[in-house]
């Protein structure tokens, strides 16, 4: 059964660089073919996609993000990492890791989940 867990600070100032991991129990990030991605839901809307890091790690990032965006991966810890820069409150969301298919930027096709994080943006 192949488990996620997200972490990191919950508060982060603006202008700073949020950092969250997920640690995936139960599976390896290098199995093919998944894709690991990053989720996030603002209060009172829906989910929005943030990019994701495939079993090669190969890396695909929302455009309305990207630029913003890095998603790495470390095999010996089994890890994933999301970077976001420059955040602002708008960027205030539980954040998610979630398993899916290859190259999916589709969350309704995500098998496995993590909790989830809530992070706040505010100084």
């Known amino acids: 059964q192949v488990q996620l867990q997200e972490s990191g600070p919950g508060l982060v100032k603006p202008s700073q660089t949020l950092s969250l991991t997920c640690t995936v129990y139960g599976g390896s990030i290098t199995t093919p073919y998944y894709s690991w991605s990053w989720i996030r839901q603002p209060p009172g809307k829906g989910r929005e996609y943030i990019g994701h890091i495939s079993y090669s790690g190969s890396t695909y990032y929302s455009p309305s993000l990207k630029s913003r965006t890095s998603i790495s991966r470390d095999m010996s810890k089994n890890q994933i990492t999301l970077q976001l820069s420059s955040v602002t409150p708008e960027d205030t969301a539980v954040y998610y890791c979630?398993?899916?298919?290859?190259?999916?930027?589709?969350?309704?096709?995500?098998?496995?989940w993590g909790q989830g994080t809530q992070v706040t943006v505010a100084s």
């Open positions: 979630a398993r899916g298919p290859v190259g999916s930027s589709t969350p309704g096709q995500y098998n496995y």
